[in-house]
């Protein structure tokens, strides 16, 4: 016998995709920002050598084995922008972990949905 499909909550959804509109971007917004100079701040959490293959263009590299130094967080994070995320894909959440570590230390954050595959495969700008 099939399970009766639950018909979810409006005002749950209503919460959420405003949440996930706060909080999320794709890459066809983020390019579009990054064209008119709207305060975003790129970051890269993938590991450095595949930082090194290519990235988003302008982006800063900021791999899990150095979110623990402050040094590097101040010299890479911004408070005056927003951080928009990102690592390997949409099924990666290296780019949720960090934002989630990084808004408990008070940084603005969002996450690029889809990832580095997501840019690099329609054609989007790179930089070596």
Same mark, same amino acid.
């Given at each position: 016998? =099939?399970?009766? +499909? *639950?018909? @979810?909550?409006?005002?749950?959804?209503? /919460?959420?995709?405003?949440? /996930?509109?706060?909080?999320?971007? &794709?890459?066809?917004? +983020?390019?579009? #920002?990054?064209?008119?100079?709207? @305060?975003?701040?790129?970051?890269? +959490?993938?590991?450095?050598?595949? !930082? =090194?293959? &290519?990235?988003?263009?302008?982006?800063?590299? $900021? @791999? /899990?084995?150095? #979110? &623990?130094?402050? *040094?590097? $967080?101040?010299?890479?994070?911004?408070?005056?922008?927003?951080?928009?995320? !990102?690592? !390997?894909?949409?099924?990666?959440?290296?780019?949720?972990? &960090?934002?989630?570590?990084?808004? /408990?230390?008070? !940084? @603005?954050?969002?996450? $690029?949905?889809?990832?580095?595959? #997501? #840019?690099?495969?329609?054609?989007?700008?790179?930089?070596?």
């Amino acid at each position: 016998m =099939a399970t009766k +499909l *639950k018909i @979810p909550s409006a005002a749950r959804a209503k /919460k959420y995709f405003a949440d /996930k509109l706060a909080f999320t971007t &794709g890459p066809v917004e +983020l390019e579009r #920002w990054v064209r008119e100079g709207q @305060p975003v701040n790129i970051v890269d +959490l993938r590991a450095s050598e595949d !930082y =090194a293959e &290519g990235h988003i263009p302008g982006a800063a590299n $900021l @791999p /899990k084995d150095r #979110w &623990g130094d402050a *040094k590097k $967080l101040k010299a890479v994070l911004r408070r005056d922008k927003i951080n928009v995320l !990102y690592c !390997y894909s949409q099924v990666c959440h290296l780019a949720a972990a &960090g934002a989630l570590e990084f808004a /408990k230390k008070g !940084y @603005p954050v969002m996450e $690029l949905e889809g990832g580095w595959r #997501w #840019w690099k495969e329609n054609g989007f700008e790179i930089e070596k």
